[in-house]
């Protein structure tokens, strides 16, 4: 019953039979009752900005709805994405040696950020800083992994009591219009770092050269990529992963410890153990494709109209050069709802060094990525955070804002414009920045 309902309740075109399907059956009503999101209001028309993707007649207020007006076959392939997304997996599915959740939505929940985490660990030196050239007290790599399954006993923790160590935690982002975040060409990317490349106040964006390390596949729809290239990274908090494919069967592979044929092998673990409870890889290309889709698919959530004090204060205060209004989709992106279109993304896909204070202290393992610097963060879906920055240590916007401003960090003097606007200035900002 509950399978059922979610299907409806994800499905952009489905909604509109919802109130009917739960009055007029007896079985669903229940179900329907015991949903908090059937009560939900559809939320009226918003007054999207012309760069905002098209936005139809009304849409809940979701952070996980598909893109408006697919067409049916792809709102099916979102549904059932949206359901493998949600999956809590088991020893049977594969589930370990180690794993940190069982399922996507645990840390990414209907799309959005958190509650589930990945703690990262290294070594620095006495300045608590910066990262020493010793690693080998973590022979298991930088990421905790804290649980066991499928006959792994040993989990992966930070030394006890080892003041050596750095602990650090990147909550799971939000991953709505990731698609978008795809469709982006490498020379549009190029095209912004070039412009930054030639600005005199510090900003100088790069992009994370990146090998792809997935098997290569046959299946060419969105990338050839072939395993070894180097490419542009886009995704992840340091944009070390370059496809959604590649970072779902990354996920899999790192978060679950579900091997799949483009991430085969089982990550190292303190047991030595090469498989699990269920021998082989454990799921199929179509399981890897199916929670990929879904990310493609997800909606950038309706946006009201900016205010264009708002937007000449955003600019003003140079959060614009980092925090690209939009890009631009490339024409040949396989889905045609994003290909050609503006990608009002709010990011420049580019790494910024941001500073000591939101330094992770790791050494390259993040790509070219180095352990001040951070991918822009898209702002997308805000009003559904509840914390930000990359360890949700902010619990506003204007607590991220000053976040920006650690030592070293190319940010400093965009806080400082910030910080001299009038309050009420300051809240246009915030409340701008809030509702994107
Ligand atoms: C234990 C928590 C956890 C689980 C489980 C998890 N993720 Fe994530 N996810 C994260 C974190 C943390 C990041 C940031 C990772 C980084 O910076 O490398 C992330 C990043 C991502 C991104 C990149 C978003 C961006 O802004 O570039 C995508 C896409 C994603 N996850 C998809 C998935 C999928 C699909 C699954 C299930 C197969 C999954 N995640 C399971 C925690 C998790
Ligand atoms: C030099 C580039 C740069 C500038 C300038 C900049 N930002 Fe950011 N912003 C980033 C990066 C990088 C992150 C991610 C940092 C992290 O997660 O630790 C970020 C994160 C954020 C976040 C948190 C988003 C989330 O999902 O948690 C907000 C909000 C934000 N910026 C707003 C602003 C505003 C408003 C301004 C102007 C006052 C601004 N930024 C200026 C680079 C920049």
């Not at 992994?145 to 799971?172: E, F, I, Q, S, Y």
Request: glycine share 8%; aromatic share 6%; hydrophobic share 40%.
């Amino acid at each position: 019953m509950t399978f059922i309902f979610n299907k409806l309740r994800f499905s952009s075109v489905r909604w509109f039979v919802l109130p009917i399907v739960c009055s007029a059956a007896v079985g669903l009503a229940l179900a329907c009752e015991s949903d908090p999101h059937a009560t939900l209001a559809i939320t009226p028309t918003p007054d999207a900005g012309s760069d905002a993707p098209v936005v139809g007649p009304s849409q809940l207020d979701l952070p996980d709805q598909p893109i408006l007006g697919l067409p049916r076959d792809l709102v099916d392939l979102f549904d059932e994405g949206d359901n493998l997304f949600e999956l809590p997996l088991r020893d049977g599915d594969g589930l370990g040696p180690l794993y940190t959740q069982r399922s996507c939505a645990s840390c990414h929940t209907e799309g959005a950020r958190g509650p589930g985490f990945v703690q990262k660990m290294v070594v620095v030196e006495a300045d608590g800083l910066t990262p020493a050239a010793d690693q080998s007290k973590l022979p298991f790599g930088f990421t905790v992994h804290p649980l066991v399954a499928g006959g792994g006993k040993t989990p992966v923790l930070p030394p006890p009591n080892d003041p050596t160590v750095k602990v650090t935690t990147r909550v799971g982002p939000p991953v709505m219009a990731r698609g978008y975040m795809e469709a982006v060409a490498d020379a549009e990317i190029l095209r912004v770092e070039a412009e930054q490349r030639a600005r005199t106040d510090g900003i100088h964006g790069v992009a994370n050269w990146v090998i792809y390390g997935s098997e290569t596949t046959a299946d060419a729809r969105f990338h050839g990529l072939k395993k070894g290239d180097r490419v542009i990274g886009r995704f992840g908090l340091k944009a070390r992963v370059p496809s959604l494919d590649d970072f779902t069967a990354d996920a899999l592979q790192g978060d679950m410890g579900i091997t799949s044929p483009l991430r085969p092998a089982e990550i190292a673990n303190p047991d030595g153990l090469t498989d699990d409870a269920k021998p082989g890889v454990d799921v199929p290309m179509s399981s890897v494709h199916l929670r990929a889709m879904y990310l493609r698919l997800l909606a950038i959530p309706p946006r009201p109209k900016p205010d264009a004090a708002a937007v000449a204060l955003f600019a003003k205060s140079k959060c614009d050069v980092c925090h690209t209004p939009s890009l631009q989709a490339r024409a040949d992106y396989p889905i045609a709802a994003i290909a050609g279109k503006p990608a009002p993304l709010y990011t420049d896909m580019l790494l910024h060094d941001m500073g000591d204070a939101l330094a992770d202290s790791l050494p390259t393992t993040d790509g070219s990525a180095t352990w001040r610097q951070w991918r822009t963060a898209p702002l997308v879906g805000l009003r559904f955070n509840r914390t930000f920055m990359h360890d949700g240590r902010s619990k506003s916007v204007r607590e991220a804002i000053r976040a920006h401003d650690g030592r070293g960090s190319e940010a400093a003097e965009s806080v400082r414009i910030y910080d001299a606007l009038s309050p009420a200035d300051q809240k246009l900002v915030d409340d701008f920045v809030a509702a994107l």
